[in-house]
Protein backbone atom coordinates (compact mmCIF):
# COMPACT_ATOMS: atom_id res chain seq x y z
CA UNK A 1 0.00 0.00 0.00
CA UNK A 2 1.76 3.30 -1.26
CA UNK A 3 1.56 6.23 1.26
CA UNK A 4 -0.16 9.47 0.02
CA UNK A 5 2.18 12.07 -1.11
CA UNK A 6 2.36 15.43 1.16
CA UNK A 7 0.05 17.34 -1.70
CA UNK A 8 -2.84 14.83 -0.90
CA UNK A 9 -2.47 15.46 2.70
CA UNK A 10 -4.55 17.93 4.47
CA UNK A 11 -3.81 18.40 8.47
CA UNK A 12 -6.81 17.64 10.86
CA UNK A 13 -8.72 20.52 12.03
CA UNK A 14 -8.08 21.97 15.45
CA UNK A 15 -9.69 20.57 18.41
CA UNK A 16 -7.26 21.78 21.24
CA UNK A 17 -5.54 24.55 22.11
CA UNK A 18 -1.80 24.02 22.14
CA UNK A 19 1.54 25.00 21.02
CA UNK A 20 2.12 23.44 17.93
CA UNK A 21 5.66 25.71 16.48
CA UNK A 22 8.96 23.75 17.28
CA UNK A 23 10.70 26.28 18.15
CA UNK A 24 8.29 28.02 20.36
CA UNK A 25 7.68 24.91 21.96
CA UNK A 26 11.68 24.16 22.26
CA UNK A 27 12.28 27.53 23.71
CA UNK A 28 9.22 27.35 25.92
CA UNK A 29 10.47 24.27 27.47
CA UNK A 30 13.87 25.70 28.37
CA UNK A 31 12.06 28.68 30.16
CA UNK A 32 9.76 26.14 32.04
CA UNK A 33 12.94 24.68 33.15
CA UNK A 34 14.58 27.35 34.28
CA UNK A 35 11.86 28.71 36.23
CA UNK A 36 10.68 25.64 38.25
CA UNK A 37 13.92 24.09 38.88
CA UNK A 38 16.61 24.96 41.60
CA UNK A 39 19.51 24.67 39.16
CA UNK A 40 21.78 26.35 42.29
CA UNK A 41 22.12 22.66 43.52
CA UNK A 42 24.62 22.23 40.74
CA UNK A 43 27.81 23.21 39.19
CA UNK A 44 27.22 26.72 37.19
CA UNK A 45 29.74 25.03 34.69
CA UNK A 46 27.24 22.16 34.74
CA UNK A 47 23.67 23.90 34.56
CA UNK A 48 22.89 23.69 30.92
CA UNK A 49 24.15 19.46 31.53
CA UNK A 50 21.37 19.66 34.64
CA UNK A 51 18.93 21.44 32.54
CA UNK A 52 18.94 19.35 29.40
CA UNK A 53 18.68 16.06 31.60
CA UNK A 54 15.18 17.58 33.40
CA UNK A 55 14.31 18.37 29.39
CA UNK A 56 14.52 14.59 28.72
CA UNK A 57 13.01 13.24 31.67
CA UNK A 58 10.35 15.86 31.82
CA UNK A 59 10.65 16.07 35.93
CA UNK A 60 11.98 19.28 37.63
CA UNK A 61 12.31 17.70 40.09
CA UNK A 62 15.38 15.53 38.93
CA UNK A 63 17.78 18.62 40.01
CA UNK A 64 17.34 17.13 43.57
CA UNK A 65 19.14 13.89 42.91
CA UNK A 66 21.62 15.03 40.83
CA UNK A 67 25.30 14.71 41.24
CA UNK A 68 27.56 15.99 39.26
CA UNK A 69 31.71 16.69 39.68
CA UNK A 70 32.47 19.85 39.45
CA UNK A 71 34.78 19.03 36.62
CA UNK A 72 32.41 16.95 34.56
CA UNK A 73 31.80 19.70 31.99
CA UNK A 74 35.23 20.86 31.19
CA UNK A 75 36.70 17.35 31.15
CA UNK A 76 34.44 16.14 29.06
CA UNK A 77 34.18 18.90 26.17
CA UNK A 78 37.42 19.13 26.10
CA UNK A 79 37.72 14.97 25.40
CA UNK A 80 35.62 15.11 22.77
CA UNK A 81 36.60 18.37 21.10
CA UNK A 82 40.02 16.39 20.65
CA UNK A 83 38.26 13.52 19.16
CA UNK A 84 37.72 11.05 21.86
CA UNK A 85 34.89 9.07 21.16
CA UNK A 86 31.25 8.25 23.69
CA UNK A 87 31.33 4.67 24.44
CA UNK A 88 27.36 3.93 25.24
CA UNK A 89 25.37 0.93 27.16
CA UNK A 90 22.49 0.20 25.21
CA UNK A 91 21.77 1.16 20.81
CA UNK A 92 18.66 3.61 22.41
CA UNK A 93 21.44 5.79 23.93
CA UNK A 94 22.98 6.30 20.72
CA UNK A 95 20.42 6.77 18.99
CA UNK A 96 19.54 9.72 21.26
CA UNK A 97 22.81 11.55 20.11
CA UNK A 98 22.19 14.37 18.02
CA UNK A 99 25.08 14.05 15.42
CA UNK A 100 25.30 17.66 14.97
CA UNK A 101 26.09 18.67 18.56
CA UNK A 102 29.35 16.36 17.85
CA UNK A 103 32.76 18.80 17.77
CA UNK A 104 35.24 16.46 15.99
CA UNK A 105 32.60 13.77 14.45
CA UNK A 106 33.05 11.89 17.67
CA UNK A 107 32.58 7.69 16.98
CA UNK A 108 30.05 6.90 18.94
CA UNK A 109 29.89 3.51 20.00
CA UNK A 110 27.93 0.54 21.25
CA UNK A 111 29.37 -2.85 21.51
CA UNK A 112 26.09 -4.77 22.89
CA UNK A 113 25.41 -6.49 19.27
CA UNK A 114 28.87 -8.11 19.08
CA UNK A 115 29.03 -11.40 18.49
CA UNK A 116 30.94 -12.44 21.36
CA UNK A 117 29.20 -10.81 23.66
CA UNK A 118 26.25 -13.38 24.65
CA UNK A 119 28.86 -16.13 25.16
CA UNK A 120 30.67 -13.64 26.94
CA UNK A 121 28.46 -13.17 29.48
CA UNK A 122 27.07 -16.97 29.86
CA UNK A 123 30.73 -18.01 31.12
CA UNK A 124 30.54 -15.06 33.29
CA UNK A 125 27.32 -15.35 34.96
CA UNK A 126 26.44 -11.81 33.95
CA UNK A 127 24.02 -9.26 31.85
CA UNK A 128 24.77 -9.03 28.22
CA UNK A 129 25.15 -5.27 28.77
CA UNK A 130 27.70 -5.79 31.60
CA UNK A 131 29.90 -8.32 29.26
CA UNK A 132 29.57 -5.64 26.20
CA UNK A 133 31.77 -3.29 28.31
CA UNK A 134 34.80 -5.37 28.62
CA UNK A 135 35.05 -4.61 24.83
CA UNK A 136 35.63 -1.35 25.56
CA UNK A 137 38.76 -1.74 26.81
CA UNK A 138 40.49 -0.40 23.79
CA UNK A 139 38.55 2.94 23.47
CA UNK A 140 38.10 3.91 27.21
CA UNK A 141 41.70 5.96 27.30
CA UNK A 142 40.28 9.69 27.90
CA UNK A 143 36.62 8.53 26.42
CA UNK A 144 33.09 9.52 27.27
CA UNK A 145 31.09 7.42 29.17
CA UNK A 146 27.61 6.75 28.82
CA UNK A 147 25.38 4.08 30.84
CA UNK A 148 21.52 4.39 30.78
CA UNK A 149 20.09 1.13 31.41
CA UNK A 150 22.01 -1.69 32.93
CA UNK A 151 23.45 -1.35 36.46
CA UNK A 152 25.45 -4.69 36.12
CA UNK A 153 27.06 -2.68 33.67
CA UNK A 154 28.37 0.53 35.60
CA UNK A 155 29.49 -2.19 38.14
CA UNK A 156 31.07 -4.06 35.32
CA UNK A 157 32.99 -0.64 34.73
CA UNK A 158 33.70 0.41 38.13
CA UNK A 159 35.35 -3.30 38.67
CA UNK A 160 37.14 -3.03 35.13
CA UNK A 161 38.47 0.47 36.84
CA UNK A 162 39.44 -0.80 39.77
CA UNK A 163 41.63 -3.89 38.39
CA UNK A 164 43.85 -0.93 35.85
CA UNK A 165 41.44 -0.59 33.20
CA UNK A 166 42.11 2.86 31.10
CA UNK A 167 40.55 5.69 32.41
CA UNK A 168 37.86 7.20 30.68
CA UNK A 169 37.66 10.93 30.72
CA UNK A 170 34.00 11.18 32.00
CA UNK A 171 30.93 9.24 33.10
CA UNK A 172 27.53 9.76 32.68
CA UNK A 173 26.09 6.88 34.84
CA UNK A 174 22.35 6.86 34.49
CA UNK A 175 21.10 3.19 34.79
CA UNK A 176 17.61 3.28 35.64
CA UNK A 177 15.75 0.10 37.33
CA UNK A 178 14.68 -1.29 40.93
CA UNK A 179 17.43 -3.95 41.02
CA UNK A 180 21.16 -2.30 41.67
CA UNK A 181 20.29 0.91 39.93
CA UNK A 182 20.54 3.00 42.94
CA UNK A 183 23.38 0.79 44.53
CA UNK A 184 25.55 1.01 41.57
CA UNK A 185 25.11 4.96 40.83
CA UNK A 186 26.25 4.96 44.87
CA UNK A 187 29.13 3.02 43.91
CA UNK A 188 30.21 5.69 40.96
CA UNK A 189 29.61 8.65 43.77
CA UNK A 190 31.89 6.67 46.44
CA UNK A 191 34.52 6.03 43.81
CA UNK A 192 36.98 8.49 44.47
CA UNK A 193 36.85 7.70 48.14
CA UNK A 194 36.62 4.01 48.01
CA UNK A 195 39.55 3.60 45.36
CA UNK A 196 41.26 6.69 44.86
CA UNK A 197 40.41 7.29 41.72
CA UNK A 198 38.85 10.12 40.47
CA UNK A 199 36.83 10.61 37.05
CA UNK A 200 34.71 13.64 36.44
CA UNK A 201 31.15 12.06 36.62
CA UNK A 202 26.78 12.81 36.18
CA UNK A 203 24.61 10.66 38.31
CA UNK A 204 21.34 10.52 39.21
CA UNK A 205 20.92 9.10 42.93
CA UNK A 206 17.93 6.51 43.40
CA UNK A 207 15.85 4.39 40.58
CA UNK A 208 15.35 6.96 38.13
CA UNK A 209 18.09 7.19 34.85
CA UNK A 210 17.04 5.61 30.88
CA UNK A 211 18.44 5.97 27.78
CA UNK A 212 16.44 9.84 27.00
CA UNK A 213 17.66 11.41 30.15
CA UNK A 214 21.50 9.81 29.23
CA UNK A 215 21.31 10.66 25.35
CA UNK A 216 20.26 14.22 26.91
CA UNK A 217 23.38 14.68 29.30
CA UNK A 218 25.47 13.49 26.29
CA UNK A 219 24.33 15.97 24.19
CA UNK A 220 24.87 18.85 26.85
CA UNK A 221 28.46 17.78 27.28
CA UNK A 222 28.75 17.77 23.33
CA UNK A 223 28.06 21.57 22.61
CA UNK A 224 27.73 24.97 24.91
CA UNK A 225 24.60 25.59 22.75
CA UNK A 226 21.36 25.22 24.62
Given at each position: ???????????????????????????????????????????VSAEKVAVRMIHGSGQVDLVD?????????????????????????????????????????????????????????????????????????????GSVVAIGNAPTALFHLLEMLV??????????????????AAESKQALEDFRVDHGIDIPF?????????????????????????
Open positions: MSSPSPLQLRRPGRHYPYIDRGAAIYLDSFATIRREADLSRVPDLVIHPDLVPAARAALEAGAPMLCDATMVVKGVTRSRLPADNDVICTLNEPEVPALAEEWGTTRTAAAISLWEPYLEDGAPRPAAIVGCPVGFIGVAVRGRRGGSAMTSSALNALAQEQE
